[in-house]
C-alpha cells in the first residue's frame, strides 16, 4: 500500500508528523485566536441561510484552520456489506456501532476520520453518525428535531478543537461533542444521544453477527486504513507546549490528550478503567476489556496500540442496558463539560 503518497491525497486537518503539528499550532493558532483571521463575512458568504445574530456562544470562539464547507465531506450514499465479508479491515480496528430495532450497522473509524459525518436511517430512525478525530469523539444522534428531519455537514471550523456541523435546512452551526446548535435560527435546540458503541470490529461481529459495516463509496478516494494522526496519543508533549495547545483545567496527573468515558457530565479515565476493569456507579457499569487499536499512534490502524474496548451500561428491572457513552480525550470534556466530575 503506497500510505505516503494517499496520505497526500487525502484532505484532512494536518498531516502525519505530529509533533510538527504541535509546534506549528502553537504558533499559528495563538497568533490568530477566535475567528482565525477570516471574519464572519468569509462565512456568511458561506453560508447565506445562516443567522450569525441568533447564537449562544461568541463567534470568536471558532476557529478556522484552512478547511472550508464540506471539504472533509460527509459520506454522501452509505454502503455496507454483512460483517461476515467486511475484509479489508483488522479485526481489532475500532468501530463506532449501534443497533435499532433489530438493525445493526458498525463505521469504522479508518472511513469516520476522513469524513466525520454519516446521515443515515438504522431501524426506521433518522440518525447522525459523528466522529471528532482531533478530541476523539465519536457520538450518534437522532437527527430529528421539532419534527423536522435534518441532514448534517461539516462547516470546516473548529471550537475547542471539536467539529462544528450544520445542518442543511436552516444552515445553523452544532457542536458536535454535545449535539447542541450555537449559531443560528435553531440556537438552544439539542440531538438526542442514542446509545452507541466504540468497539472493535471483532466485537460487534460476536454480538451482531447479521449486522451491516460501512464500506468506502470509492476506495481510492483517501487512505483508508491509513491514519494521519501519528503519535497523537502516544508521543510526549512538553508540559509548556500541552498547556499552549490545551489551555484546559485538569486534574494534576490527566494528560490532554487521555482517553475518558464520558456519561453525561462524569467521566472516567480508561486509564482508571482499565486497572480496575469493571466500575460501578449508582445505577452505572463501565467495563474494560483489551483488543481495540488506537487511531492516534502508528500509520498503519491495524498496528495500533491497544487501548481496549469499553461498554457502559444501567441497571434496569429488565437487566443491563447500554446508554450514550462517549470515549474522548479529556480536554474535550474539560472544555464543554467544565463544571463535570473527572474520575481519576
Known amino acids: 500500500m503506497r500510505v505516503n503518497s494517499l496520505l497526500r491525497r487525502g484532505q484532512h486537518r494536518f498531516g502525519l508528523a505530529f509533533t510538527v503539528f504541535a509546534v506549528a499550532a502553537a504558533v499559528f493558532w495563538y497568533a490568530f485566536p477566535g475567528a482565525f483571521a477570516q471574519g464572519v463575512g468569509t462565512w456568511q458568504r458561506e453560508f447565506p441561510l445562516t443567522d450569525f445574530q441568533t447564537r449562544s456562544i461568541e463567534l470568536s470562539e471558532i476557529n478556522d484552520d484552512g478547511n472550508v464547507r464540506d471539504s472533509i465531506p460527509p459520506v454522501a450514499t452509505p454502503i455496507y456489506v454483512g460483517v461476515d465479508k467486511a475484509s479489508d479491515i483488522g479485526p481489532l480496528e475500532p468501530v ?161 490528550l487521555e482517553r475518558v468515558v464520558v456519561v453525561g457530565e462524569e467521566a472516567w479515565t480508561v486509564a482508571k478503567l482499565k486497572d480496575a476493569k469493571r466500575i460501578e456507579a449508582d445505577k452505572l457499569v463501565l467495563t474494560w476489556e483489551a483488543g481495540q487499536n488506537s487511531i492516534h499512534d502508528t500509520q498503519l490502524i491495524f498496528r495500533g496500540r491497544d487501548v481496549g474496548n469499553v461498554i457502559v451500561q444501567r441497571r434496569t428491572e429488565n437487566g443491563l442496558e447500554d446508554v450514550p457513552y462517549d470515549v474522548s480525550f479529556a480536554f474535550a470534556f474539560s472544555a464543554f463539560v467544565p463544571d463535570g466530575m473527572l474520575h481519576f
Not at 498547556?243 to 490527566?254: F, I
Request: net charge neutral.
Open 96 to 256: 463506532l456501532s449501534i443497533g435499532i430495532n433489530g438493525d445493526f450497522r458498525a463505521y469504522p473509524l479508518r472511513i469516520l476520520l476522513w469524513h466525520e459525518i454519516v446521515n443515515e436511517e438504522i431501524g426506521g430512525v433518522p440518525v447522525l453518525i459523528s466522529y471528532c478525530p482531533l478530541c476523539n469523539s465519536g457520538v450518534v444522534f437522532d437527527r430529528r428535531v421539532d419534527g423536522q428531519v435534518l441532514e448534517f455537514g461539516n462547516t470546516g471550523r473548529l471550537r475547542h478543537r471539536d467539529m462544528v456541523m450544520y445542518d442543511k435546512q436552516t444552515e445553523s452551526w452544532w457542536q458536535q461533542f454535545t449535539g447542541e446548535a450555537m449559531i443560528g435560527s435553531l440556537t438552544g435546540k439539542s440531538m438526542k444521544i442514542l446509545a452507541a458503541r466504540l468497539e472493535s470490529l471483532e466485537k460487534f461481529r460476536a454480538r451482531a453477527p447479521n449486522g451491516k459495516v460501512l464500506i468506502p463509496e470509492n476506495e481510492g478516494a483517501r487512505p483508508y486504513g491509513a491514519s494521519p494522526y501519528v503519535g497523537m496519543d502516544s508521543r510526549a508533549m512538553p508540559r509548556a507546549l500541552a498547556r499552549l495547545n490545551y489551555p484546559y483545567e485538569l486534574p494534576d496527573g490527566v494528560q490532554p
